[in-house]
């Protein structure tokens, strides 16, 4: 066992052999959007995500779902094709799955992938001078969170369900041809909270500048009026005695920081010398990315420093 229990990471490793080894991991939640295609999509890129940030590449997955028994069979339909469709966009197959029945709709997949066991990324390599990149905004939380009160704009929720359903495959790749040796996909914890355990499975400091921090365009105004999920909230609960904020960082900016996020991007920690080609590699495949600070070395008990 590469990673386990003993070893919390984003998905569990098992060594085959010197070339090979699994990377298994599971995720499922209640509808996050209305739109039940979507829906599927978007939790099919959330469970594929932990193997893209642990370095590997999908290869099966089973659909789990808990469905009322009396969802009209073309909603059923609809968040299965969503799920089947994104998972092949990731060259990994569906291969079976199971469904229960419950008063809720819950569904995710459990997805097998593989890696080479020297090159996993884990959250335990980041190092003093390295560069921190993310590669989707931050605002999926309380934007949806303001879509379920009627409080979202049509155009902030269609752009924040558009990088929901981006998969991280582009990041994936980039970062391993780059040599990164460290990322976390940012989802439930927020930013700040997988930025933690980052910060604590390696043993530094993370400091990072929020005017560099991409924000989705509706985020901003949804945390003004400080409409944010439970889950927000849970994470400034346990994660916020370690983090150090520049006085001059707003309440609301600091809750965006720990806004639980569902199918966020990944924060990559690169060594200076890896950037160009990380930043190549991203440009190749047409997707995005943004510096947002740096490793440093560890400062007492503070996993995080957050400066305007």
């Not at 370095?55 to 969503?82: F, H, K, Q």
């Not at 558009?162 to 780059?178: D, H």
């Not at 190549?280 to 990315?289: K, P, T, V």
Request: glycine share 10%.
């Amino acid at each position: 066992m590469l990673v386990g229990l003993g070893t919390p990471d984003d998905a569990a490793v098992y060594r085959l052999d010197d070339e090979r080894a699994l990377i298994v991991t599971t995720d499922f939640f209640t509808p996050i959007v209305d739109d039940p295609y979507q829906y599927g999509a978007i939790a099919a890129a959330n469970a594929l995500s932990d193997v893209y940030a642990m370095g590997g590449r999908p290869l099966l997955a089973l659909n789990i779902a808990a469905l009322p028994p009396d969802l009209p069979l073309e909603i059923s339909v609809a968040i299965m094709r969503g799920a089947a469709e994104k998972t092949r966009e990731s060259g990994a197959v569906i291969a079976g799955g199971h469904t229960i029945q419950d008063k809720e709709p819950k569904v995710g997949l459990a997805v097998i992938g593989l890696a080479h066991p020297a090159r996993l990324m884990t959250k335990a390599g980041a190092r003093p001078g390295d560069v921190l990149i993310l590669t989707k905004p931050l605002g999926t939380g309380c934007i949806t969170t303001a879509a379920k009160r009627d409080l979202a704009q049509a155009e902030h929720l269609a752009e924040a369900v558009e990088w929901m359903m981006r998969l991280n495959r582009a990041a994936a790749e980039a970062a391993a041809e780059a040599g990164a040796a460290c990322t976390t996909d940012v989802t439930g914890f927020g930013l700040l909270g997988h930025a933690s355990e980052v910060a604590e499975a390696s043993g530094v400091t993370l400091r990072l500048s929020f005017a560099q921090i991409p924000l989705l365009a509706g985020a901003p105004g949804a945390a003004a009026t400080w409409i944010f999920p439970g889950g927000s909230v849970a994470n400034a609960g346990t994660y916020g005695p370690g983090v150090r904020f520049a006085e001059s960082v707003a309440e609301e900016q600091r809750m965006l920081l720990f806004d639980a996020q569902t199918s966020g991007g990944l924060l990559v920690a690169l060594a200076p010398d890896q950037v160009e080609a990380f930043g190549a590699a991203m440009s190749a495949r047409e997707a995005a990315w943004w510096p947002v600070g740096a490793v440093v070395a560890r400062e007492g008990d503070t996993a995080i420093i957050v400066d305007p």
